[in-house]
């Protein structure tokens, strides 16, 4: 197969890679193999470990306000 200049990456892209790499040597990613695994929090593997989940990490005041509305 012959790949298109177009296609190929460039340094930026390339650096990126490589420091994606690193970081993955570095801070290889956790592996539960008899976890059961849904869909949102629960399913990543930083929840519990460095995350306290989406509610708690990400939303903000104004989401806090409305869950009632949202689940309800």
Excluded at 15 to 25: F, P
Aim: net charge negative; proline share 4%.
């Amino acid at each position: 197969m012959v790949e298109s200049a177009d296609l190929r990456p460039d340094a930026e892209e390339t650096a990126a890679r490589e420091a994606m790499e690193g970081l993955l040597a570095k801070h290889p990613p956790l592996e539960i193999l008899d976890l059961i695994r849904g869909e949102g929090c629960v399913s990543c593997e930083a929840y519990g470990e460095g995350c306290e989940g989406m509610e708690r990490e990400w939303w903000t005041e104004l989401e806090w306000e409305d869950v009632l509305h949202r689940i309800g």
